[in-house]
């Protein structure tokens, strides 16, 4: 599962979207380099791409949920196009894994996996047993 760091950081998380984002980028140099036979997830969060950290659009100190969504959505289809396999919806907005879902179908990307965030938890945790 890959998480993105990128260098700047804005109101609006523009670095998490098209091509040039850094997971995007990531994910397509793994499939060039292994092929489609590998399995690639990636988080979709804007909290790793907004300047306030939050997981979604601030307006005056109140996260935007309805405003927020089509920017995950955003996310998460520049992942599909990258060649993601599954996409990890890990932020705190109502209604994204119905957005996401609603937005992969609509580009033709029926097949992309959106992995539950319980999924994510019990994968950390079973990264700290011994």
Not at 122 to 127: E, G, I, M, T, Y
Request: proline share 3%; net charge negative; glycine share 10%.
């Amino acid at each position: 599962m890959l998480f993105g760091v990128p260098d700047l950081k804005d109101a609006r998380a523009s670095a998490a979207m098209g091509a040039d984002a850094v997971v995007n980028k990531a994910t397509k140099m793994l499939k060039d380099k292994f092929g489609e036979g590998l399995f690639v997830s990636a988080d979709v969060c804007l909290c790793a791409y907004t300047d306030s950290g939050h997981c979604g659009v601030l307006e005056q100190d109140r996260v935007v949920n309805d405003k927020s969504l089509p920017l995950l959505v955003e996310m998460a289809l520049g992942l599909a196009r990258a060649g993601c396999d599954c996409v990890a919806p890990s932020d705190m907005m109502d209604g994204r894994v119905g957005a996401i879902r609603e937005g992969l179908e609509e580009e033709g990307f029926v097949d992309t996996l959106i992995m539950a965030y319980s999924g994510q938890v019990c994968l950390s945790l079973l990264r700290t047993i011994p």
